[in-house]
């Protein structure tokens, strides 16, 4: 595996260290997919890309990003196809790149209709995906394909995943379109306490809870949406569309 990933143009070296830096970059943003995935695509040689993430309320993947791919088509997967999928579940389970047919014999993939009605839809015919564990929740998921004309992938493309893996896990709270959904109901409150302009004193007073309480809940704030002060907490918490200082 390891000597497959050497198998990069001086191009695809680039992209990758592009992708790596940006999905270090401290700031927090609203979604990175798209400025991310693209290269991810090109770097893995592929054909298409589809991201959703998972709803634990609803047991359900959401909020589509695709490239490549027919919108009416993911409309479909939203609304009959993943409640029909054979493998995404069985390939969610394994928080690691995988090729698809790890968790799906080929035979019996080609005569579902998963394949036949909605990935031949769209020239989908052989993938891998990655399904990152960040946080307290499900990260956005890469679901990766080639047509029938192409190479099959190998492990490059799995040893290229492996090495995105853990960067696009600790970025997971930046590819949710609402990250303070990683705090407890408690540690919100106090993250718009905080986006307020209120001191310690003031959060311990207002939510009656003793100061060192405060302290720690602004703490594991900080933790779980790595930021590294009160400020970039309560910029956070703005460009999320908290209620600010009045």
């Given at each position: 595996?390891?000597?497959a990933?050497?198998?990069m143009t001086?191009e695809?070296?680039?992209?990758?260290?592009?992708i790596?830096?940006r999905?270090?970059?401290?700031e927090p943003?609203?979604?990175l997919?798209e400025?991310?995935f693209?290269s991810i695509?090109?770097?893995?040689?592929?054909?298409?890309?589809?991201?959703f993430?998972?709803n634990?309320?609803t047991n359900?993947?959401?909020?589509?990003f695709?490239?490549?791919?027919?919108?009416?088509?993911?409309?479909r997967y939203?609304n009959?196809f993943?409640?029909?999928?054979?493998?995404s579940?069985?390939?969610r389970a394994?928080?690691?790149?995988?090729?698809v047919e790890e968790v799906?014999p080929r035979k019996q993939?080609c005569?579902?209709e998963?394949?036949?009605?909605?990935l031949?839809?769209?020239g989908?015919d052989?993938g891998?995906?990655?399904?990152?564990k960040?946080?307290?929740?499900?990260?956005?998921d890469l679901?990766v394909?080639?047509r029938?004309?192409?190479p099959?992938?190998g492990?490059?493309?799995?040893?290229?995943?492996g090495?995105?893996c853990?960067?696009?896990e600790?970025?997971e709270?930046?590819?949710g379109?609402d990250?303070?959904?990683?705090?407890?109901?408690?540690?919100r409150?106090v993250?718009?306490?905080?986006?307020?302009?209120?001191?310690?004193?003031?959060?311990?007073?207002?939510?009656?809870i003793g100061f060192?309480?405060v302290?720690?809940?602004?703490?594991?704030?900080f933790?779980?949406?790595?930021c590294?002060?009160?400020?970039?907490?309560a910029?956070l918490a703005?460009?999320t569309?908290?209620?600010?200082r009045?």
């Amino acid at each position: 595996m390891t000597q497959a990933i050497y198998d990069m143009t001086s191009e695809e070296v680039q992209l990758l260290t592009g992708i790596v830096a940006r999905l270090c970059q401290p700031e927090p943003v609203s979604d990175l997919r798209e400025e991310v995935f693209p290269s991810i695509l090109k770097l893995l040689r592929a054909d298409f890309l589809a991201s959703f993430r998972w709803n634990r309320t609803t047991n359900a993947f959401e909020d589509p990003f695709i490239l490549n791919q027919d919108p009416a088509n993911i409309d479909r997967y939203l609304n009959w196809f993943q409640y029909h999928d054979p493998m995404s579940l069985k390939l969610r389970a394994l928080w690691r790149p995988a090729f698809v047919e790890e968790v799906i014999p080929r035979k019996q993939l080609c005569q579902s209709e998963f394949f036949n009605d909605f990935l031949r839809k769209d020239g989908m015919d052989h993938g891998i995906n990655l399904f990152p564990k960040g946080g307290e929740r499900s990260a956005a998921d890469l679901r990766v394909w080639r047509r029938a004309s192409r190479p099959e992938f190998g492990y490059r493309e799995i040893g290229l995943l492996g090495v995105l893996c853990p960067y696009l896990e600790q970025a997971e709270y930046v590819l949710g379109s609402d990250p303070l959904l990683l705090l407890t109901a408690r540690e919100r409150e106090v993250a718009v306490l905080v986006a307020r302009g209120c001191s310690d004193k003031d959060i311990s007073r207002l939510l009656e809870i003793g100061f060192a309480t405060v302290r720690t809940h602004v703490q594991k704030c900080f933790e779980k949406l790595h930021c590294a002060n009160r400020a970039e907490l309560a910029a956070l918490a703005v460009r999320t569309g908290l209620p600010s200082r009045s």
